[in-house]
């Protein structure tokens, strides 16, 4: 409440909820509960109490907080569309960001090829699973990394079709099965078995 | 008390009050044995969970409770304890050994004796077991957000917990129990402490802020602002399921009635696609006056604005709901216009890549299945031929909405969508209405809508009836509780239907066309197949009997001796019995029927009997009571005329007991006893074509 009066917006003269909705990423075996916030009927911002992450029961929760800044932008600025929001005194939104937006549009319904990006899961797949077999703390940031490049691809390919229903679970514990590894090496869980 | 936490889910809300209710009254009345019963009221808001309890003692009730020791066998020595017996006093201190009486238990003779167990004031009791009470409510999803064995749908923050005016203070993870409550402080956001008490003093604290602590009252609230306000705009009271009131009573405690707008552009939408959006996405309310959309609708904030805000709050609301509905409005006008690009042939020729279940064909196929399927039901209901090139239209559109961006997006509107775009490429009202229609029977507002017409009637039963057959095949009918396929509400809705509609057919032959014509390539054991699917198809059936306030001998009387799945003819026959079961001829009747089935049912394999062997004048007279009483009997069972059937079939009651009481029926003369073994058999199979009157419990 205290951040949105600071950027103006004060919570006596609008209609703010914590309405339920919890979050659950499967590829990284982390989940929480919490709510999306409301701010006259627009979602703003979204609070999760995560009470798993990496396949790892946490011990004390993880509270993560993710506000929408466009959205609140918007809001703020009275805008129907990101694009339009004002920049700074001479851009817009748009002028800075809407290329990005078309390109990678059309790359990823129109050009992204699903061989290649098979290819890229599975090589990433494998290095991250090298680096975690070293089983060395120092390495187990790259193995992260590896493992959200492969969360990626694998998004890429779900989001254009091409992963068949049965195909689907597969996927998913692999990626899983990548982020725990990096979660337990971390926590140490791995030196203890 | 009160338990104050972060906003918990409407659902979870919603169930509060009546779990803590039956926790406390379990404690007070089963536990702790008060002799009377204290009067408890439990109320929920998002964040706050809240008991009353009047009428509580302040001491519970001395008792007696029975404590079981050893066996007696080893109890005594010469009359004195024994070391087992010693062992059990010193535990209980029980010093007077002679008060120890034996109990007849099971296993044999045990020791016993009354342990007086003192009252204990009900406040220690109380805040020493409220945490356990908390963590009973069945809630369906918890967290813990600092102690791991403390867990909540959300983290409580504050626990008020007063017991005859003081603090009764108890632990629950962090949270100490103390005499506060938190209320928002007039034009601030932040939440004031406050002390309390007692319960007065709590619930003015509460209602000063304008929260509504009893769901019921607020419930009432939220209906009564909704029907003033639609007023105020000349709309007529929207309709809506409990469900979706229930849970806006449970997403607000200040609930703020309020009327907004929407661009009058989109009433160029379907209205029922803008409802849908309205209600599903946003939890407002469309508004309409006779039928049609108007450009506003209702909503419901959670707020209590103090007089110097009210004007810019309601501002805020009314421009902030408006413009999220706005974009999702401006989604479905997008998705509404690229549908209405192309025709339905366009669409239908996609459903061949949407795929039904694997093994069973794309939804392109199913539509093939639904229409052959359609046609043989067409002809055992003797529907006109005229109806059946209508019926050959209808399903070859019946899923082409499906590979729509409209359903796709909002998958409520399948059906819908179908009718809206076959009507506006020119298929008739009739056909496009069985679009909408073959999904029904659904429940919508309260009410149970039917297929309007035999033309929908048909549609859904065959696409009802492929959807349970084809699974069938698979052998994936529903076990235990989950029913992924939704298998049982298909039949169920097929059952509802013939009911509603009176549609003389016999599933059996609709099964048996099935799998003759269908998956022929699979070398299908039909009988096994049809044996499943009926033993499916009756236990549906005699659910919906049962939950229709039909009694368990009534529909086994019907159902033991019915094999041809008429659930029509079933029903009636259920129905009759219900209302004359205790009438004269049905006894006399089931009487006859016992007398007959007590002494044949050994010899069940006698099918026939030779007449001229029958002789005795109780013979003749049965024989030709029953020719003429079959020859009346038949036409009336077609015409469904149980009333006129049973009162004809009574004429042969007097008859079988004459029989019984003159003849002889297991006599030496092996042809004679077999005619008339065979006869008894006759009449026997031709009462339970009605029914089987030995199941009656009369």
Sequence with gaps: MDSLKSISINPNEHDIRFVEDDWESPTLGAWGLGWEVWLDGMEVTQFTYFQQIGGVELSKPAIEITYGLERIAMFLQNKDSVFDLQWNDSFKYGDIHKDDELQFSKYSFEYADGEILHKLFNLYEAESKKLLSFKMKELVKPAYEYCLKCSHAFNMLDARGLISVSERMNFILKVRALAEGCARLYTGYADKG | MEIGSGELPYDEVRKIPAALKNILQNFFENEIMLNEKPDIEAFSTPRRTVVLIKGLPLKSPDREVEIVGPPVGISYHGGAP????????????????????????????????????????????????????????????????????????????????????????????????????????????????????????????????????????????????????????NADMPEYDDDFIDEITGLTETPYPIICGFDEKFLSVPGELLSVVMRKHQRFFPLSKNGSLLPYFAAVADANPAPSVKKSLENNIKSGYSKVLTARLADAEFFFKEDSKKKPSHFVEETKNILFYQGLGSYFDKTKRIGELGIFIAGKLNFPSGMLSDFKTASGLLKFDLATHVVYEFPEMQGIMGRIYAKASKESTEVSLAVEEHYY??????????????????????????????????????????????????????????????????????????????????????????????????????NHMLSGGYKSDEITAVLTAEITGDFYASFLKIDFLSKFKKHEEVFELSQAYKRINNITYKFSEIAGFNESKLIMPEEVRLISVFKSVQKNVVPLLKAGDYAAAVNEMYKLARPVNDFFDGVMVLTEEEEVKNSRLGLLNNVLNFLKNFCDFSSLDL
């Design chain 2, 82 to 233: 024994a070391a087992p017996l010693l062992q059990f006093m010193k535990k209980n201190e029980i010093s007077d050994y002679k008060k120890i009486y034996p109990l007849n238990q099971k296993k044999g003779v045990y020791t016993a004796y009354k342990k007086r167990i003192k009252g204990l004031p009900v406040r220690d009791l109380l805040t020493a077991n409220i945490p356990a009470f908390i963590k009973k409510i069945p809630f369906r999803k918890t967290m813990f957000w600092l102690d791991k064995e403390i867990r909540y749908p959300r983290p409580v923050l504050w626990i008020l917990s007063i017991f005859d005016g003081k603090n009764a203070p108890f632990n629950f993870g962090d949270i100490k129990s103390s005499n506060r409550t938190y209320i928002a402080e007039p034009l601030s956001y932040k939440m004031k402490s406050v002390k309390i008490s007692g319960s007065e003093d709590y619930f003015d604290a509460v209602s000063s802020t304008g929260i509504i602590l009893k769901n019921g009252d607020r419930k009432k609230y939220i209906e009564a602002g909704i029907k003033s306000l639609s007023k105020k705009v």
């Design chain 2, 441 to 542: 029977p659904v429940s919508k507002a309260k009410k149970k809508l039917l297929p309007s017409n035999d033309l929908s009637a048909l549609c859904s039963l065959s696409d009802k009836l492929d959807t349970v057959l084809s699974f069938v095949m698979l052998k994936k009918l529903p076990t235990g509780e989950s029913d992924p396929f939704y298998l049982r509400r298909a039949m169920i809705g097929v059952i509802e239907i013939i009911l509603d509609k009176k549609y003389k057919i016999n599933l059996s032959d609709v099964c048996n066309f099935y799998f003759n014509e269908f998956f022929k390539d699979r070398r299908l054991n039909a009988d096994e197949l049809k044996t499943s699917f009926m033993n499916f198809a009756y236990v549906r059936f005699k």
